[in-house]
């Protein structure tokens, strides 16, 4: 029965594809220079607030005359 159906013909192929962009060298300077200006940012988005707190848990450790603390002894 397969003159009740009509021939079908394969359809155009699509055009091949564009040849691929080179690859950037992974070890050039401006990728290092990229990777460098990254950190900076980085760590420069991590110093936030910490940086503003002059204290630590144990007080200002900076100048011992500005924290005195009496001893049992009383001195």
Known sequence: M?????????PA???????????PDYDS???EEEVRLKRQRVAAARKGRSSTILTSS?????DPSVVAKKTLLGG
């Open 2 to 10: 397969g003159f009740l159906m009509p021939k079908v013909s394969m």
């Open 13 to 23: 192929l699509p055009p091949a594809p564009a040849p691929a962009r080179e690859v």
């Open 29 to 31: 300077a401006a990728r």
């Open 58 to 62: 144990r007080g200002v450790e900076d």
